[in-house]
Every structure is written in C-alpha cells, then in structure tokens.
C-alpha cells in the first residue's frame, strides 16, 4: 500500500473515493450547517450524498458508510463517523475512522482514495496530532490501494 500525504483540496484529488469526516447521523443533514469537508461537497457536489446518509440512521463512533458522490469526479464518497456526540474527535474515533474507511474502499474495490484529516478540523484534535494518529493506523494495514492523506491549504 503506498500512503501519500499532500497539501491541498480533498475535492482536488485524482483518486476514485474521497472520505467525508461526517458525524454519527443522529441529527439530519438539512438541520447541520456543515463544515470543512462536507460543506465544501455539499457547495461542489449537491445534496445527493447527504440525502442517501439518512437510509444508514445511527452510525456508530469510527463506522464509515459508502454513498454516490454527487456531481463529483469520484466513483463514491465514504463517510466516517470521526467525531463524537459533543462534536470532538478521539484517537478511537480517528483510528477506527480510518480503518473501517479503508475496509470498505476495499470491500468496493477501489484503487485509490483520499482522506482529509479525520478530527481535526471542527473536532479539535490538532492537524499534527490528527496526520500522526492517520499514518500510524495506515501502516497496520495492506490493502491494493494508493492513499492520499490531504492536509487542507487554500489556494
């Protein structure tokens, strides 16, 4: 497995299947205002996928579900449940976030994904502590993919 980290914009990535650090599903998409990641979907790829979240109700902590990507140029969007119910992000959560998203690109049979960094952003965890936490789970694994691991940087 061939792990990168870049920065720039997730939606930028030439990859088949970007992660979305989404929340567990407990209060529906049209009553959040999303942040980071997903408000940048929502703004370049519609509503579509954050409609399709609701057929998975609660997920739980770390989880990750798979949806279409919108009118984005990726084959689908996996969406991680990488904060908790007071909106923070743990080493649990990032681990298990990381590892269940990999299980599942796996599963669809993807060759290359991109991942933003899962809590640190609105779930307080730090870049640095976040891309540590991320890197370290990804070298317990193997799967046939190539990884992008985005760190955020406007343009």
Request: proline letters at 5%.
């Given at each position: 497995?061939?792990?990168?980290?870049?920065?720039?914009?997730?939606?930028?990535?030439?990859?088949?299947?970007?992660?979305n650090?989404?929340?567990?599903?407990?209060?529906?998409?049209?009553l959040?205002?999303?942040?980071?990641?997903?408000?940048?979907?929502?703004?370049?790829?519609?509503k579509?996928?954050?409609k399709?979240?609701?057929?998975?109700?609660l997920?739980?902590?770390?989880?990750?579900?798979?949806?279409?990507?919108?009118?984005?140029p990726?084959?689908?969007?996996?969406?991680?449940?990488?904060?908790?119910?007071?909106?923070?992000g743990?080493?649990?959560?990032?681990?298990?976030?990381?590892?269940?998203?990999?299980?599942?690109?796996n599963?669809?049979?993807?060759?290359?994904?991109?991942?933003?960094?899962?809590?640190?952003?609105?779930?307080?965890?730090?870049?640095?502590?976040?891309?540590?936490?991320?890197?370290?789970?990804?070298?317990?694994?193997?799967?046939?993919?190539?990884?992008?691991?985005?760190?955020?940087?406007?343009?």
């Amino acid at each position: 497995m061939n792990v990168n980290v870049v920065e720039g914009d997730l939606l930028d990535q030439p990859v088949e299947v970007i992660v979305n650090a989404w929340n567990r599903n407990i209060f529906p998409w049209w009553l959040l205002l999303p942040q980071g990641v997903s408000a940048a979907i929502k703004r370049r790829g519609g509503k579509g996928p954050f409609k399709e979240l609701r057929k998975f109700g609660l997920i739980p902590l770390g989880g990750a579900v798979v949806t279409s990507a919108g009118t984005l140029p990726f084959k689908a969007i996996i969406h991680v449940a990488g904060i908790n119910l007071l909106w923070r992000g743990s080493e649990r959560s990032i681990r298990e976030s990381v590892r269940n998203a990999m299980k599942l690109a796996n599963e669809h049979g993807f060759m290359s994904i991109a991942f933003p960094l899962i809590g640190a952003g609105s779930g307080g965890f730090g870049e640095e502590g976040a891309k540590r936490l991320m890197l370290d789970e990804l070298a317990k694994l193997d799967y046939p993919m190539e990884v992008t691991v985005v760190v955020f940087k406007r343009k």
